[in-house]
DNA sequence: AACTGCGGGCCGG
DNA sequence: CCGGCCCGCAGTT
């Protein structure tokens, strides 16, 4: 019997090292292999050894004409990584809905009772930039062909670069895109997942909505602050102009209600309202918990994400609460606040400051404009922007331990080791889903007071905002302060405040939380060998206009009828004709292996270095994010860590931007 | 406006 | 024949 098995699985192998002879891209076939692999265990007295392998228990296709009625349901899953199945009951809305983390669209497969979705992948910059936080720019690709081809090309979120956004499409499911395949039958919901992603999570769908409903919402207040500005102008400006001014924004943090459909809206004071009911149900949030560690949400470009106004959610905080604005001027402001949330979270009402509360790992903070948003800390890059609200799920994610997606593959396993040899653990065991948590263990000698005493030693506003933060994350039962994460970074970037004059609390709360490590160049490397074979940092740049349909089928990228070339270097032979003012070969020049590389090789000069040192990478490999030594990690300096008791050397990221003027045909 | 599901049609293997 | 993809349509959010 051993042996039948073990030929079955040979057979099975070969059978896959064939079909993957078409792909030029080894990795992916090897990936293949390996998910057929998997496929191949599907044999019950096989089922242990390769249990650890299968993310799911269950052992039918979704093609099977019958399927086993189950009498356990499982957790709803909205990043199903892998060769996974799930049968979810019928009462889950997300099951009904068919909601993913990624963005995946509906596919035809010729089969009214199976749906069947293919993965889109996720939008990233062309620069390969890093926002102030240190994450990464992983847009969610619009599930609409129209709506995503807008979206090709648009500009990096992030306002200090210059890049544009490409389409990373997945090739995960032997080259193609990873299918999800949903099947209803017995009243429950059948679902399947085959090919693992190689691409990191888009943002989640709600941040998206509401990136685009917070777009609304500054053209609409734009709008009434010129409208202001035309009264002013015709009335008259008067010495209590500034307190109107305040007394206006009260006003409408509370009285801007908005008029969107319970599960539609995406503006903060309807999530509250989401969070409200779970909250009282004294359960983690399920709806809207969408985002993980390795999901940076990224949102429109401005100046200062802190400074923008977006003051819809008052009605709602946490002890935690960092007031940034008149917080001195308005202290019964944030009473009135407090009492609202106390009316609201009446089971949060006991959780004061005490952060140390697994239970609870967001915080909450006002942005300058007046408004209070969660800050959700899932993790070490991905900290959230502050117009969205996040609902407490995750823990932050140990940048020691989390891998950057650019050096492997988000591959969510849980309960099993990830290339790197990190256990991850499942959410489910702790009834938290979807949240790989890790927890960030503080670093010795960075203490609440050597803070204060740099607080002490730097400016009024420094030691302002140290306190308000100190005060906020401090736990009076223990009496000290709870939350080393922040603790690090309250000590870190306060110290920088005198190095930078110019440093506003809105500076230093964007970089908030650590920018850390993934960035680190010592990383663990890859163990699997997938990691080796995808590096590269071949600039996946995309057309700007939809190019004719390529007959060959199998090399073009999906569903956007955009196409990503599989090899760069042919790709740029073909364009080493064109002029330097061809947007696609500028781009395609300037940004290989920019963001990758020694800290050196980030200066202007290194664009200009001969075209056989960059990152070469395999023919057929398209994958802009590299994890070889030499391309493998971002921007970072070494600096040492300004707080007197703490003798480490610390990472800051940093960014070495290239200002490029791109023409566009 | 965007999402979602459905289905016709084309293409290549 | 199958699978992947494009596209249009209609209903929904």
């Not at 918990?289 to 977006?310: G, L, V």
């Not at 089971?347 to 800050?375: E, P, T």
């Not at 309960?415 to 010795?444: H, W």
């Not at 709870?482 to 970037?493: E, G, Q, S, T, Y």
């Amino acid at each position: 019997m051993a042996t039948e098995m073990v030929n079955i699985v040979v057979v099975t192998e070969k059978l896959r090292r064939l079909k993957c002879k078409k792909f030029r891209d080894l990795d992916t076939c090897r990936q293949s292999m390996m998910t057929l692999t998997e496929e191949a265990t599907f044999l019950p007295s096989m089922q242990d050894s390769n249990s650890d392998r299968m993310s799911s228990h269950h052992k039918w296709d979704i093609n099977d004409n019958t399927l086993p009625v189950v009498n356990e349901y499982d957790v709803f899953k909205e990043w199903p990584d892998g060769n996974c199945r799930y049968v979810y009951s019928g009462d889950v809305e997300d099951g009904r809905r068919h909601v993913s983390g990624w963005a995946m669209r509906n596919t035809n497969n010729h089969n009214a009772l199976i749906l069947k979705k293919s993965c889109l992948g996720v939008f990233v910059c062309s620069h390969d930039c890093s926002l102030d936080s240190g994450d990464k720019v992983h847009l969610r690709p619009a599930i609409c062909d129209k709506a995503r081809r807008k979206q090709v090309g648009k500009a990096c979120p992030n306002s200090r670069c210059s890049g544009r956004l490409e389409l990373m499409s997945c090739r995960g499911h032997c080259g193609y895109p990873v299918t999800h395949f949903w099947r209803n039958l017995h009243g429950a919901i059948y679902f399947q997942a085959k090919g693992i992603h190689d691409h990191p999570q888009p943002e989640v769908k709600a941040s998206a909505e509401a990136r685009r409903h917070n777009k609304i919402i500054r053209q609409q207040e734009k709008l009434m602050m010129m409208n202001i500005s035309v009264r002013k102008r015709l009335r008259g400006s008067s010495s209590t102009g500034v307190h109107k001014e305040i007394h206006r924004k009260k006003l409408k943090s509370f009285d801007n209600l908005c008029s969107c459909s319970p599960f539609e809206c995406t503006c903060a004071h309807i999530r509250v309202n989401q969070y409200q009911s779970a909250y009282m149900d004294g359960q983690q949030p399920d709806v809207l918990r969408r985002s993980n560690s390795w999901t940076p949400q990224i949102y429109e470009a401005s100046s200062s994400p802190w400074q923008r106004p977006f003051s819809l959610d008052t009605n709602h905080n946490q002890s935690g609460l960092y007031k940034s604005c008149d917080l001195q001027e308005n202290r019964p402001y944030i009473h009135e606040e407090q009492n609202l949330l106390s009316t609201l979270f009446p089971s949060m009402s006991n959780q004061s400051r005490n952060y140390s509360d697994s239970s609870v790992h967001n915080s909450a903070f006002c942005s300058k404009s007046g408004s209070v948003n969660f800050l959700h800390r899932f993790g070490s890059r991905g900290i959230p922007m502050p117009e969205i609200l996040y609902p407490v799920s995750s823990l932050p994610v140990d940048p020691q331990e989390r891998p950057d997606f650019r050096s492997s593959r988000p591959i969510d396993r849980y309960g099993e080791k990830d290339p790197f040899g990190f256990l991850y653990e499942s959410d489910t065991d702790k009834g938290v889903e979807n949240s790989p948590s890790v927890r960030v263990k503080a670093e010795p000698g960075c203490d609440d007071s050597s803070t204060s005493l740099l607080a002490q030693k730097q400016g009024k506003e420094t030691q302002y905002l140290s306190n308000v933060i100190g005060n906020s994350l401090h736990d009076t039962t223990t009496n000290k302060l709870c939350d080393d994460f922040v603790n690090i970074d309250v000590l870190d970037h306060s110290s920088q405040l005198s190095a930078y004059p110019d440093t506003t609390e809105s500076d230093v709360f964007q970089s908030f939380v650590p920018r850390f490590s993934t960035d680190i160049p010592n990383m663990p490397p890859s163990t699997s060998g997938q990691c080796q074979m995808v590096t590269s940092s071949t600039p996946q740049y995309v057309e700007l206009k939809p190019m004719k349909r390529n007959n060959d089928s199998r090399n073009r990228r999906p569903s956007d009828g955009i196409q990503t070339p599989l090899s760069y270097n042919a790709k740029q032979s073909e364009h080493s004709s064109q002029k330097q003012t061809d947007s696609n070969y500028q781009s395609s020049v300037f940004n290989e292996c920019l963001p990758f590389g020694d800290i050196s090789s980030h200066s202007a000069g290194a664009a200009q270095r001969p075209l056989s040192n960059r990152c070469d990478v395999p023919p057929g490999t398209t994958r802009p994010y590299g994890t070889d030594g030499h391309c493998g990690h971002y921007h970072s300096d070494m600096y040492q860590c300004p707080s007197a008791n703490c003798s480490q050397m610390k990472q800051q990221l940093c960014n070495h931007s290239i200002n490029i003027t791109l023409t566009y045909n």
